[in-house]
């Protein structure tokens, strides 16, 4: 049987991963299938044994599952742990067939340390910003902290999530929480995490929030650059959307069930123009 592989989410129709997925099998020449499956609201633990009883050797997981498939492993990772959710499940250590053990892990977080730095973006030393207080933003903050800026700042609008998120990753570098209003520049990274994206909305932000050189990331993507984007490019901060996230995020997991590491960068270019 062929192994099979699947991202669940609800909805999941507008997904990217199958076409990913698919990218990084014919590059790294591995034979596997890899759908997009929507599971019912009410019962994902299911529809993920059902897909195990049929060949399924691990999945992708996306809103709204990924506390469900937290919930549902037997081996977390330390980064997932933190997280409180999963969005990388494999049956079996190294996709061993022998162990029926179900472990989970968080790539998200990884795959925009990794697109940051395929951009060319230095974390270490550097003053980040970090705008939401929601899964998305607990999802990245340890593999952020573990590339040792001099500081790291939450801002949401509900200060209080801002100041309880910071705390649970105090142990792991120099992070502060707080309300939008308390937020005063100059920074080398800001990074949007929130849905406000979405909406169209616009935290409210000072005009001289960027360092020289700076750069502004929207974990959010679209055709067209959202209005935090433009809303950056206008002050001079160089500009990345979320997509180059989705690809290596997906390139970690992959990764984890075929223990090899596809290439991101012709994957995301093809995505870019397919947008
Ligand atoms: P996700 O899984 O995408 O992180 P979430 O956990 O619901 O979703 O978190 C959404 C985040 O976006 C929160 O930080 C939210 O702020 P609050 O904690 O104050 O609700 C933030 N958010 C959503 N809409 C926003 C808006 N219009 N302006 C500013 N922040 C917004």
């Excluded at 691990?58 to 469900?68: D, L, S, W």
């Excluded at 001099?150 to 792991?172: C, I, M």
């Excluded at 909305?201 to 929030?209: G, H, N, Y």
């Excluded at 500009?239 to 970690?252: F, H, K, P, T």
């Amino acid at each position: 049987m062929t192994d099979r592989y699947c991202v669940f989410g609800n909805p999941i129709g507008h997904s990217k991963s199958p076409a990913i997925h698919a990218a990084f099998a014919a590059q790294t020449g591995e034979t596997l299938e890899y759908t997009a499956i929507e599971a019912p609201l009410d019962d994902f633990a299911d529809a993920w044994r059902t897909f195990i009883v049929q060949g399924g050797r691990g999945a992708n997981v996306t809103v709204p599952f990924k506390e469900e498939a937290y919930r549902l492993c037997d081996v977390l990772s330390s980064r997932a742990r933190r997280a409180g959710a999963v969005n990388t499940l494999l049956l079996g250590k190294n996709g061993q067939s022998s162990d029926a053990k179900v472990y989970g892990d968080t790539t998200d977080g990884v795959g925009l340390v990794h697109d940051l730095k395929q951009h060319g973006v230095a974390l270490e030393g550097r003053r980040i910003l970090v705008l939401g207080a929601g899964g998305a933003v607990r999802g990245v903050l340890e593999p952020l902290l573990a590339a040792s800026p001099t500081s790291l700042l939450v801002a949401n609008r509900t200060a209080a999530k801002a100041e309880a998120l910071a705390q649970d990753f105090a142990d792991l570098g120099a992070i502060r929480g707080g309300g939008f209003e308390g937020v005063s520049g100059p920074f080398d990274l800001v990074i949007n995490g929130t849905s406000a994206s979405l909406a169209g909305d616009l935290p409210p932000l000072p005009d001289a929030l960027f360092a020289d050189g700076a750069t502004a990331y929207d974990m959010m993507y679209g055709a067209e650059p959202t209005v935090f984007l433009r809303w950056a490019a206008a002050r001079g901060a160089r500009c990345l959307d979320g997509l180059g996230m989705l690809v290596a995020q997906a390139a970690e997991s992959f990764f984890q069930w075929r223990g090899k590491r596809p290439e991101t960068a012709p994957v995301l270019a093809e995505l870019r123009r397919s947008l």
